[in-house]
């Protein structure tokens, strides 16, 4: 069953917004789906031990921009100089929205650019929209018409 096979990376450093997205993926029962981690050091730990083991890669990876060790934005610049994750869609998930961040972020080839759900409710349908992209179900702004959107 082709399900199994979507795996959604998500870094964010703040536990409670981990633990949420957690359980709205449980709530939309998904829950093998996402793997939350706490930093861009991990993000790019698991990707390595992945691909030494040969498993599946994520088909997306979404990335809290203001992480300790290592942010969103250096994660997101490392994923993207490693040919084997060159192509994963990254997305930017973060409390703010920066537009030089955003510049940035669309420059070192990040996909789109959210700003984190406030609800529980909204959180549910992060989880959808994360999964049904990977299906293929669901397209995000291209972060190119975001920043037009703030001129």
Do not use: W
Not at 29 to 41: A, I, K, T
Not at 92 to 103: D, G, L, P, T
Request: glycine share 2%.
């Amino acid at each position: 069953m082709e399900v199994q096979n979507v795996k959604i990376l998500l870094a964010d450093d703040d536990l409670e917004d981990r633990f949420i997205m957690q359980d709205a993926f449980n709530a939309i029962n998904l829950p093998d789906v996402p793997l939350l981690v706490e930093d861009g050091e991990k993000v790019l730990q698991h990707m390595e031990q992945l691909s030494q083991d040969e498993g599946i890669l994520p088909s997306l990876i979404v990335l809290d921009l203001n992480m300790p060790r290592m942010s969103g934005t250096e994660t997101l610049r490392e994923l993207k100089n490693i040919p084997a994750y060159r192509d994963i869609p990254v997305i930017i998930f973060s409390s703010s929205m920066n537009v030089m961040e955003m510049h940035e972020c669309r420059q070192l080839g990040a996909l789109s650019y959210m700003v984190k759900p406030f609800t529980y409710e909204e959180y549910l349908v992060s989880a959808q929209h994360f999964y049904d992209f990977c299906l293929k179900k669901h397209s995000f702004p291209e972060l190119s018409s975001l920043i037009q959107n703030f001129k």
